[in-house]
């Protein structure tokens, strides 16, 4: 069964303050990695990974794959109080589906 | 990235009563898809909406509970049968991106329905 794990569940941290999301996978015949910002009801995407190595960056964040060790890390910078949210680890495998991760609960404060 | 809309956003129901929530895209898609997000979890995939055919469902979800309904590339439906308490989470409608190639599981989501069942 797929499976993908997110680290640390929730984490609370100051303005300014700069932090690693984890996430790691087992996922039968592997093809893409997501990561999804959700802050009331519908998840935003952010990245989508599928080589290793080549790291993926818009503004704050960035985000790299490791295929070998079958993780991800999402990495946001000078964190402002905007990115107070829920992170979503989604992987797809084989046919359409994606497995999501149970999210990591991000706060942070002025 | 496709447009996505649901209708209602959000709805009080009571147990043993039917909801009909509705996905609508701003262009045609191939693939859609209907999630679940109960309280404090993650996302859940409930069935894959085929256009034409009978909706794909993953273990856990029948047709009978979950009825979805894909008459055409851009809209879908999903009924929440017989609710009961249970039921109460938010359901949301993803797309595969049209502009994306097959191989793509690059997917967005519709702003979402929240479910209250009492």
């Known amino acids: 069964e797929d499976k993908v794990v997110q680290s640390p569940l929730s984490l609370v941290v100051h303005e300014g303050d700069t932090v690693t999301l984890n996430c790691s996978y087992e996922?039968?015949?592997?093809?893409?990695l997501l990561w999804y910002k959700q802050e009331k009801k519908a998840p935003t995407f952010l990245f989508m990974l599928?080589?290793?190595?080549i790291e993926k960056k818009s503004g704050r964040l960035s985000s790299i794959l490791d295929k070998k060790e079958l993780f991800s890390i999402l990495n946001i910078t000078a964190t402002q109080t905007g990115d107070s949210a829920i992170y979503l680890c989604?992987?797809?495998?084989?046919?359409?589906?994606?497995?999501f991760g149970g999210g990591t609960r991000l706060m942070v404060k002025p | 990235s496709a447009v996505i809309s649901q209708k209602p956003s959000r709805d009080i129901c009571q147990r043993g009563t039917s909801l009909t929530i509705q996905c609508q895209v701003d262009?045609?898609?191939?693939?859609m898809f209907w999630y679940r997000q109960q309280p404090g979890q993650s996302l859940t995939l409930i069935a894959t909406?085929?256009?034409?055919?009978?909706?794909?469902?993953e273990s856990g979800f029948v047709i009978d509970k979950f009825p979805i309904s894909r008459p055409n590339l851009t809209f879908s439906t999903l009924t929440v049968s017989n609710m009961s308490p249970e039921d109460s989470s938010i359901y949301l409608c993803?797309?595969?991106?049209?502009?994306?190639?097959?191989?793509?599981?690059?997917?967005?989501f519709g702003p979402g329905t929240r479910l209250t069942v009492t």
């Open positions: 993803s797309v595969k991106d049209p502009l994306a190639g097959g191989s793509s599981y690059e997917q967005y």
């Open positions: 996922v039968t015949n592997f093809r893409s």
């Open positions: 599928t080589s290793s190595g």
């Open positions: 989604a992987v797809g495998g084989a046919g359409n589906m994606l497995t």
């Open positions: 262009s045609q898609v191939t693939m």
């Open positions: 909406a085929n256009q034409g055919s009978e909706a794909t469902y």
